[in-house]
């Protein structure tokens, strides 16, 4: 459960640091976005830091939870409803983390 709820902190870091930008450059919100965004972004390269296993690894497996968690950003903050498509996506990225994550060391 550790290493999801890793994946889940890292993944919220980086789509945060990601999102504020494009507030600003997109939908003309104010430059001082920058300034959290980058602090977001930085917290999201420590946090992969903390992870056990090698970082090859470690960027594979993180595919899976980003992905789940894009889509549910796009439902949440974006108001748009995830397709039965982006849900099978995330059901075999998901299956593609939790076989790299918990192979047998």
């Known amino acids: 459960m550790k290493p999801f709820l ?4 890292t993944a919220l870091a980086e789509i945060v640091g990601c999102y504020l930008p494009y507030l600003w450059l997109r939908r003309q919100g104010s430059p001082w976005l920058l300034l959290p965004a ?5 917290l999201f390269a420590w946090l992969l830091t903390l992870h056990e296993a090698a970082s090859g ?3 594979a497996a993180y595919g ?3 992905i789940s968690v894009a889509l549910c950003w796009l439902w949440l903050v974006d108001g748009i409803r995830p397709s039965w498509w982006d849900l099978a996506g995330v059901a075999v990225s998901l299956s593609g983390m939790a076989i790299i994550l ?3 060391r």
Do not use: D, K
């Open 102 to 104: 918990f192979q047998p």
């Open 38 to 42: 980058a602090l977001s972004l930085a």
């Open 6 to 9: 890793l994946y889940l902190a």
């Open 64 to 66: 899976g939870i980003y």
């Open 57 to 59: 690894r470690v960027y």
